[in-house]
């Protein structure tokens, strides 16, 4: 464990996204640890507004994969969880409990569409850390959200319920080489935001730009910068997620007695 301070810091350090994957390479037991640190994490006042599907049938892992825009490699996955924001168990309480009150309920509005979101967000990462820290290998992939209404069909989510992120894991097949790069720019500020200059700006991308085997950049920057906005922002999958959120909050924001 040389030059780490200790063993979670080395597991924060060494993570790596997998998306390769040994067959049938987490127990029962494991799965339990896993899930139980999602319990475990941060959440907004006690309530833990997340929930988790547990994809086990071989065909439901194809279809999640289809709709995480063709990535087939999750349906190869030996666990493959749909992490959902979820403010209904709550909300059939306080209908059951404040009617009685003799007051007009309010609905979760969009403070708590993010607040949901946060808890089910540090669940995940508690899980990735967990399982990390026993060997198994994840990977966040963020396009379960693409497809909302086939997603919240086939699941059966109910009202109050979005998929927020699936996380995939296993052992690896094979452990990626390195660590993949992050920016090069700063990012914590002492008491105030503070607008980075533009030469620092432009540096934040060169560590992310492929280098070949002498180490020289594949790319200009601004080759780099443009082929990611295409990527991004500039993709007709960032135009379809687009929409397929908009129905999610829609569905979420419609009041249900009335809508
Ligand atoms: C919100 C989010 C969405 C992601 N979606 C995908 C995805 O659709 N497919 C994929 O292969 N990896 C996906 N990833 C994994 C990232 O590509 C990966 O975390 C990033 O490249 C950094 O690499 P590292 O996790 O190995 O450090 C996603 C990660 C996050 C946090």
New binding site residues.
């Given amino acids: 464990m040389a030059g780490y301070i200790n063993e979670t810091l080395k597991v924060i350090e060494e993570?790596?996204?997998?998306?390769s994957f040994i067959p049938d390479s987490i127990t029962e037991e494991e799965r339990q640890i896993i899930t139980s640190a999602a319990l475990r994490a941060p959440n907004g006042g006690k309530m833990s507004k997340f929930s988790l599907i547990d994809v086990r049938d071989p065909e439901l892992k194809k279809r999640v994969a289809k709709w995480?825009?063709d990535?087939s490699?999750i349906a190869e996955a030996p666990a493959v969880y749909v992490i959902l924001s979820d403010f209904s168990r709550w909300f059939r309480l306080f209908s059951s409990h404040v009617k009685s009150m003799g007051a007009p309920i309010n609905f979760p509005r969009e403070d708590e569409i993010l607040l949901c979101e946060i808890d089910a967000v540090l669940a995940a990462e508690n899980m990735v850390i967990a399982a990390e820290s026993m060997g198994i290998s994840s990977?966040?992939?963020?396009?379960i959200i693409l497809n909302y209404k086939e997603v919240k069909e086939t699941l059966k989510l109910p009202k109050y319920v979005m998929p927020i992120?699936l996380l995939i894991m296993g052992r690896p097949r094979n452990k990626?080489a390195k660590?993949?790069s992050?920016i090069n720019a700063p990012y914590v500020y002492t008491d105030c935001y503070q607008e980075i200059a533009d030469d620092e700006l432009e540096a934040m991308v060169d560590t992310l730009i492929p280098k070949d085997k002498e180490g020289t950049p594949t790319m200009s920057r601004d080759e780099y910068i443009r082929r990611y906005y295409v990527r991004r922002l500039g993709s007709w999958l960032s135009v379809d997620r687009t929409m397929s959120v908009r129905d999610m909050f829609a569905d979420w924001l419609k009041n249900p007695y009335t809508d």
Wanted: charged share 30%; hydrophobic share 20%; aromatic share 10%.
């Fill in positions: 993570r790596t996204s997998c998306r995480c825009d990535q490699f990977c966040f992939i963020a396009d992120t990626p660590r993949s992050r």
